[in-house]
């Protein structure tokens, strides 16, 4: 099944690089979890007035079956270690969610009061 990927930069140059290696990440997302249905991926560049170095965010908003996992990651100077934080915390928020369908994880009961 082949997902539903957005990709935008803002207050950058376009740069298919860059866009090549998201795809990829994208692909490796859905190759883990299957059933993923859309993956939105914004890098932007928005402290441009900084002298020295330039600050990358990263923001991921993955679509699951009844529910949306977002990862917003403010990072450092390079946009490659920006994207790779950002989507190593996506797979994390996945697996997190997989186990909660699989049921895996504990649920607290209400204490029975006396």
Do not use: W
């Not at 007035?49 to 529910?67: E, Y």
């Not at 977002?70 to 996506?90: C, Q, S, W």
Request: charged share 30%.
């Amino acid at each position: 099944m082949q997902i539903d990927l957005q990709i935008t930069m803002r207050d950058m140059p376009h740069s298919e690089a860059l866009e090549t290696h998201i795809r990829e990440k994208a692909e490796k997302l859905e190759k883990f979890y299957p059933h993923l249905t859309s993956c939105r991926v914004v890098v932007e560049q928005p402290h441009k007035h900084q002298h020295q170095g330039r600050i990358f965010d990263v923001h991921i908003d993955l679509t699951v079956p009844g529910s949306e996992l977002i990862v917003n990651r403010a990072a450092g100077e390079d946009v490659y270690v920006a994207l790779r934080d950002a989507f190593d915390a996506a797979k994390r928020q996945l697996e997190d969610y997989a186990r909660r369908q699989r049921g895996d994880v504990k649920t607290h009961s209400n204490i029975a009061q006396e």
